[in-house]
């Protein structure tokens, strides 16, 4: 082989690890981002901070926590934040707890599931303890400012069969675009 040949064999085999490494690099960065989203959400709605909160959804993104309200777009997000009950709630102490999310990407789209858990404080007792624990599938987007959740499932795991289900989706392989049935 030539002199050239063999440095034209090595300048692709270069090039192939270069591109490897930027796609994961990518991918890396993807989970980081998805995860630090979701993670913000806890301090936003505990701190009241409305905007905030809401702005983790795309503008039609939808949140749904049966049987309290489904809230479509920003501004009913918001809405529930500044709404009477949830600043109730964070009034007399409550922290909303999201556990680590399990990411998956696929392109531009993503799926992520994890817990949360709602623990209220109680003077009385003088203690806090978990009003809610539920399964949360979160549905995202990447958008021209960054990941974006376009949908939030969050179901009470009351022994029920929907927490679970939500939840199984993540033992699957990612299909982009699936929504919940």
Known sequence: MSDVASDQGQLAELAATVADLGARLRAVEDQVAIGQLIARYGPAVDSGSADAAA??????????VPPYAVWTGRGEIAGMVDGAGHQGLIANGCGHV???PLVKVDGDEARAWNYALNIRWDAEADRFWTARLSANSWW???????WR?????????????EPRALFQASTQPFQAGAQPS
Do not use: K, Q
Request: glycine letters at 12%.
């Open 55 to 64: 702005g983790l959804w795309a503008s039609d993104g939808v949140f749904e």
């Open 98 to 100: 999201l556990t680590a």
């Open 140 to 146: 995202l987007r990447r958008m021209p400012d960054g």
């Open 149 to 161: 959740v376009t949908r939030r499932v969050n179901r009470a795991l009351d022994g029920s069969p």
